[in-house]
């Protein structure tokens, strides 16, 4: 079975990286871009049938950093 | 207008981080994790009426590497 589990910084936490994102699209000379963020994209390749709960328990334990970051689960 | 972009290491490129968190995984008692993958997911805002072939633009010279990766653009 595959996941897709999407960790996205709190809004509110800096994004030294998305600044520099914008930054540089600016002086590649795409103007319009308000903002940026960066963010992971994790794929998974589980057992079929391992539960809701255990794949919340990875992004808990080892995947994301709850304090600054959010989680999303996607079953693919 | 919202736009998010998937950026995926191409199949065959070696991933270390994503090696890393499937021995992490397992060593935290989680059986069953066949393979990891870590990409990233960049959050876009700009301007509405920005062309698609803009966006493939700023994709192709800054957020993603087309010769390891691959990149995804979807409209939020």
Same mark, same amino acid.
């Given at each position: 079975m595959k996941l897709r589990i999407y960790v996205t910084l709190k809004p509110g936490v800096l994004d030294p990286q998305g600044k520099a994102? @914008?930054?540089?699209l600016s002086g590649l000379g795409f103007s319009g871009? $308000?903002? !940026? *963020?960066v963010g992971k994209l994790i794929?998974? @390749?589980? !057992? $079929?049938g391992t539960a809701d !709960? $255990?794949?919340? !328990?990875?992004? *808990?334990q080892l995947l994301a950093n709850t304090v600054i970051e959010n989680y999303r689960i996607e079953r693919a």
């Open positions: 994102i @914008e930054h540089a871009v $308000d903002s !940026a *963020r794929e998974l @390749e589980v !057992a $079929d !709960a $255990d794949v919340d !328990a990875m992004c *808990r």
